[in-house]
Nanobody, 126 residues
Framework: VQLQASGGGLVQTRGSLRLSCAAS????????MAWFRQAPGKEREFVAA????????YYADSVKGRFSISRDNAKNTVSLEMNSLKPEDTAVYYC????????????????????WGQGTLVTVSS
């Protein structure tokens, strides 16, 4: 499956952005999906994940209460709503699809995901 992330940009502190991830090539309805991010000079880190049916959602402690992940399997898309943004949220954000289909395990490690989008840059100014 090919993933295309979009929606990044420049926003002020406490602002909001909505990232979208569009899938093509095959349906994502069988896959757990996630967002990761990578700040300059840092390793890629987990941000949020959602189970293949959408019932279960998981967040990194750093974004809990501010970010919300959702999916629309009919449209083959995954979104990340980001509110109350902080300068430390500045990073390239990547969407990812799990390696396994219909898995009850929703991973939060890079190795749990086999499909990756190209990333979209989010810059939060102070």
């Amino acid at each position: 499956v090919q993933l295309q992330a979009s929606g990044g940009g420049l926003v002020q502190t406490r602002g909001s952005l909505r990232l979208s991830c569009a899938a093509s090539g095959q349906t994502i309805s069988a896959y757990n999906m996630a967002w990761f991010r990578q700040a300059p000079g840092k390793e890629r880190e987990f941000v949020a994940a959602i189970s293949w049916g959408g019932a279960y959602k998981y967040y990194a402690d750093s974004v809990k209460g501010r970010f919300s992940i959702s999916r629309d399997n009919a449209k083959n898309t995954v979104s990340l709503e980001m509110n109350s943004l902080k300068p430390e949220d500045t990073a390239v954000y990547y969407c990812a699809g799990s390696t396994s289909r219909y898995s009850n395990y929703v991973g939060r490690r890079i190795g749990d995901f086999g499909s990756w989008g190209q990333g979209t840059l989010v810059t939060v100014s102070s």
